[in-house]
């Protein structure tokens, strides 16, 4: 294992990864890793928070626009949560694993050690990886 690499989903569920040097995947994502109720935003689901909104006298562009503005606050203040725990729990590793986060997909991963954004293809320049997540 060379790698950690940390993804969560629209609902906030997190995918833990172990990557080889190459990149290759050694795990197929561990799920479910922390519970939900330790969450700073609760336990919700954006299609719950999008019906609710139909509920009110909007248009759909007002309701997707509000929809976004929520699920961009709550991943926001996800990800600052999973940071700042992350930064906690490694406060004393003196050699701490390459490790990323990021929301699923995204080209643009928080490097959990360095503290700084990177962009994908840089990290795969950066760790030679040939085959990522193959």
Known sequence: MDTLWVEYNDDLDL??????????TLNRGLAGM?????????NF?????????????L??????????????????R???????????ANQNNAQPLPAYFSE???????DLVNHTKKALNDLEKKHGWTCLFE
Do not use: A, R
């Open 15 to 24: 995918f833990i990864f172990w990557l080889d040097k190459t990149g290759k």
């Open 34 to 42: 922390i519970p939900k109720e330790h969450y700073p935003t609760g």
């Open 45 to 57: 689901s954006l299609d719950e928070i999008e019906d609710e909104l139909y509920d009110f006298d």
């Open 59 to 76: 248009d759909d562009d007002e309701v997707m626009e509000y929809y976004d503005d929520i699920s961009d606050n709550i991943h926001n």
């Open 78 to 88: 996800f990800e600052t949560w999973f940071i700042d725990c992350w930064k906690q």
């Open 104 to 110: 699923h997909d995204s080209i643009t991963k928080y």
